[in-house]
């Protein structure tokens, strides 16, 4: 088990844009499901965005039409495109690898927020430590 390693994060003014990057510790090219959480002083974590190794994507609909999540590349590494910020979209974002042949849940897929096989991304996803992402109004 290795950890996937996040870059990307910082301080941004409200409408403004940041990329996050996860470089993950394995072969994304099958089999491979990468999200994105983030969790805000006192809120519960919150999935933001996935996507599994043939380019299916999921995003929350907090971010939707303002985030893209990119198919794992050639080095295994996946982008978050975050565009107009809100003061809202300030959290530590995460993000987890998770190997869909260990997951039971999800049946080969990325497992769907806030859905029981979400799960799977706690029980066999390598997440890793984090990056901090802070919007100001």
Same mark, same amino acid.
């Given at each position: 088990?290795?950890?996937?390693?996040?870059?990307?994060?910082?301080?941004?003014?409200?409408?403004?844009?940041?990329?996050?990057?996860?470089?993950?510790?394995?072969?994304?090219?099958?089999?491979?499901?990468? =999200?994105? %959480?983030?969790?805000?002083?006192?809120?519960?974590?919150?999935?933001?965005?996935?996507?599994?190794?043939?380019?299916?994507?999921?995003?929350?609909?907090?971010?939707?039409?303002? %985030?893209?999540?990119?198919?794992?590349?050639?080095?295994?590494?996946?982008?978050?495109?975050?565009?107009?910020?809100?003061?809202?979209?300030?959290?530590? +974002?995460?993000?987890?690898?998770?190997?869909?042949?260990? =997951?039971?849940?999800?049946? =080969? +897929?990325?497992?769907?927020?806030?859905?029981?096989?979400?799960?799977? %991304?706690?029980? %066999?996803?390598?997440?890793?430590?984090?990056?901090?992402?802070?919007?100001?109004?």
């Amino acid at each position: 088990q290795v950890q996937p390693v996040e870059s990307g994060g910082g301080s941004v003014q409200a409408g403004g844009s940041l990329v996050l990057s996860c470089a993950a510790s394995r072969d994304t090219s099958s089999n491979v499901c990468v =999200g994105w %959480f983030r969790q805000a002083p006192g809120k519960e974590r919150e999935g933001v965005a996935s996507v599994d190794s043939d380019g299916a994507t999921e995003y929350a609909d907090s971010v939707k039409g303002r %985030f893209t999540i990119s198919k794992p590349n050639a080095a295994n590494i996946v982008t978050l495109q975050m565009n107009s910020l809100k003061s809202e979209d300030t959290a530590i +974002y995460s993000c987890v690898v998770l190997d869909l042949r260990r =997951g039971a849940r999800s049946g =080969g +897929y990325c497992p769907p927020f806030e859905e029981a096989a979400e799960g799977d %991304f706690d029980d %066999f996803g390598d997440w890793g430590q984090g990056t901090q992402v802070t919007v100001s109004s």
